[in-house]
């Protein structure tokens, strides 16, 4: 019987392991145990809070460059997947920021002249 993690490779930094011709230099995906309805609501929120609205999360669930998104999508089903997205955006909602921009910078504000002030001025009419 093997022991957990018999079977994984110890980690070595890529930048001090040496490039051999057969490594693809590509990142590889192991399955883990975990709870996909936990993980489903983690990336739907984590990209609602980066700007992404219901109609463009729905989109990554289709997109090739999201793998994970596929297989969620194809274990909870489309429409589970909609409801799901609707559900999280309607309670968390969708971080936007929006901004102008001024190509023409405006010109600086004349300073206002200064008073000089001396103590001389001010106690002229003091008595000690």
């Known amino acids: 019987m093997s022991t957990p993690g018999a079977d994984f490779v110890p980690k070595v930094h890529p930048l001090t392991r040496d490039v051999e011709a057969e490594d693809p230099m590509e990142l590889i995906a192991n399955p883990v145990v975990g709870d996909p309805g936990v993980m489903l609501q983690c990336m739907i929120q984590e990209f609602a809070w980066m700007g992404w609205g219901p109609e463009e999360l729905l989109g990554l669930f289709h997109s090739p460059e999201y ?4 297989q969620l ?3 909870y089903g489309e429409d589970a997947i909609r409801q799901r997205i609707e559900d999280l955006v309607g309670e968390s909602g969708v971080f936007q920021v929006s901004g102008v921009l001024i190509d023409e910078v405006e010109p600086e504000e004349e300073e206002p002249e200064l008073v000089p002030l001396s103590m001389d001025r001010l106690f002229r009419n003091c008595e000690v």
Do not use: D, G, I, S
């Open 67 to 70: 793998p994970v998104l596929n």
């Open 73 to 75: 999508r194809e274990h």
